[in-house]
């Protein structure tokens, strides 16, 4: 991996999709101990995995990891807590009237 250049590595994975009342979420856990970095890319392959209301769906899938280039991982490092600071929402409100 270069400054600039990206690779791109082929890892099994085990998609776990959670569609019940307490649990609404989908995890990807590589099987083989592969590990993500800041401003890698994933790609699961097939097709979309739709899990019943009150179920857990998992399946064994391939994916694709897309590693940043040595200046994508340093750039995520350097802004990546103002990005986060995007998905946070703060009220100052002591009270709400419709």
Request: with cysteine; net charge negative; hydrophobic share 40%.
């Amino acid at each position: 991996m270069g400054l600039l250049t990206k690779d791109v590595e082929r890892h099994p994975c085990q998609v776990e999709v959670s569609h019940r009342f307490d649990s609404l979420h989908a995890h990807v856990k590589f099987t083989d101990g592969t590990v993500i970095y800041p401003g890698d890319e994933v790609v699961v392959k097939g097709p979309e995995i739709m899990a019943p209301y009150g179920e857990v769906v998992v399946e064994d899938r391939d994916a694709v990891i897309f590693r940043a280039s040595k200046l994508e991982q340093l750039w995520t490092r350097l802004t990546g807590d103002f990005e986060f600071m995007e998905l946070c929402e703060f009220s100052f409100s002591e009270e709400v009237k419709l």
